[in-house]
């Protein structure tokens, strides 16, 4: 049954007639075109698809687009800030943090819902807020040095 759905996404205000159970990853890819966050598992347990939603890192393939009523969402394509990239990006990008780049925005969503929660997390707390997203490239060491050193400029 679908059902008006009014939430923030990016800074900008969105209305969308959509079925309440249809996922977030389904609506931000297909319906918005923003094809940033990626499918992975569609288990929420590989962290591609990882959005914020109201400061929290949160797994959209599961996620339910009645649960982002009223909230505000924020996608890889809304962390920069007109042509300037976000430290993460920039951080990731410099490091070779992103070897195939599909995991990428995922982590790097993930890591900032990390810095939002913990502006200077020890590299302890970082290799265990990272834990739960997947990198089949094995560039967990530098993603791990990118979190370092964005945390320290951010």
């Given at each position: 049954?679908?059902?008006?759905?009014?939430?923030?996404?990016?800074?900008?205000?969105?209305?969308?007639?959509?079925?309440?159970?249809?996922?977030?990853?389904?609506?931000?890819?297909?319906?918005?075109?923003?094809?940033g966050?990626?499918?992975?598992?569609?288990?929420?347990?590989?962290?591609?698809?990882?959005?914020?939603?109201?400061?929290?890192?949160?797994?959209?393939?599961?996620?339910?687009?009645?649960?982002?009523?009223?909230?505000?969402?924020?996608?890889?394509?809304?962390?920069a800030?007109?042509?300037?990239?976000?430290?993460?990006?920039?951080?990731?990008?410099?490091?070779g943090?992103?070897?195939?780049?599909?995991?990428?925005?995922?982590?790097?969503?993930?890591?900032?819902?990390?810095?939002?929660?913990?502006?200077?997390?020890?590299?302890?707390?970082?290799?265990?807020?990272?834990?739960?997203?997947?990198?089949?490239?094995?560039?967990?060491?530098?993603?791990?040095?990118?979190?370092?050193?964005?945390?320290?400029?951010?």
């Open positions: 049954m679908k059902e008006t759905i009014r939430f923030r996404l990016n800074g900008q205000p969105k209305t969308l007639k959509t079925d309440g159970d249809r996922k977030l990853l389904w609506v931000l890819r297909t319906d918005l075109g923003l094809t966050t990626k499918y992975g598992c569609g288990e929420s347990l590989c962290g591609s698809c990882t959005v914020i939603v109201d400061g929290e890192a949160v797994r959209t393939c599961q996620l339910p687009m009645s649960a982002v009523q009223g909230k505000e969402v924020i996608t890889i394509e809304g962390l800030e007109g042509n300037a990239i976000h430290p993460l990006q920039e951080e990731f990008a410099n490091r943090a992103l070897q195939c780049g599909f995991c990428t925005p995922g982590m790097i969503m993930n890591a900032y819902g990390l810095l939002l929660a913990n502006k200077r997390p020890s590299r302890g707390e970082i290799v265990e807020g990272m834990e739960e997203n997947l990198c089949r490239c094995g560039a967990h060491q530098r993603i791990v040095e990118a979190i370092e050193a964005a945390s320290r400029r951010v």
